[in-house]
Nanobody
Framework: VQLQASGGGLVQAGGSLKLSCTAS????????LAWFRQTPGKEREFVAA????????YYADSVKGRFTISRDNAKSTVYLQMNDLEPEDTAVYYC???????????????????WGQGTLVTVSS
């Protein structure tokens, strides 16, 4: 499985961006999909996840109410709609996929076998 992330860019605080991540090599219908982000000098942190087969969605407290994860199985694509962006949201965003992860692990980087290359989001104040 290969993941290709896109949609990052520069936006002013309060603005919106929509990230996309397309998987090739298999269907994503039975996959759990997630977004993580990382800033220099810090560990990668969980942002959002959607459990397999249009299952339950999970969000980090810092983005709850502002970000929305969704998927289009027909396009093998997962999205992250980011609204009301803050400078603290500046990071490289990574998509992740796993087919066997259990619910208790969806917030943890180690639970995912496949990763996209990352897309940079910069929010100016």
């Amino acid at each position: 499985v290969q993941l290709q992330a896109s949609g990052g860019g520069l936006v002013q605080a309060g603005g919106s961006l929509k990230l996309s991540c397309t998987a090739s090599g298999r269907t994503i219908r039975t996959s759990t999909l997630a977004w993580f982000r990382q800033t220099p000098g810090k560990e990668r942190e969980f942002v959002a996840a959607e459990f397999r087969n249009y299952g339950r969605k999970y969000y980090a407290d810092s983005v709850k109410g502002r970000f929305t994860i969704s998927r289009d199985n027909a396009k093998s694509t997962v999205y992250l709609q980011m609204n009301d962006l803050e400078p603290e949201d500046t990071a490289v965003y990574y998509c992740a996929l796993d087919n066997e992860i259990i619910l208790s692990q969806v917030r943890f980087e180690a639970g995912y076998d496949y990763w996209g290359q990352g897309t940079l989001v910069t929010v100016s104040s």
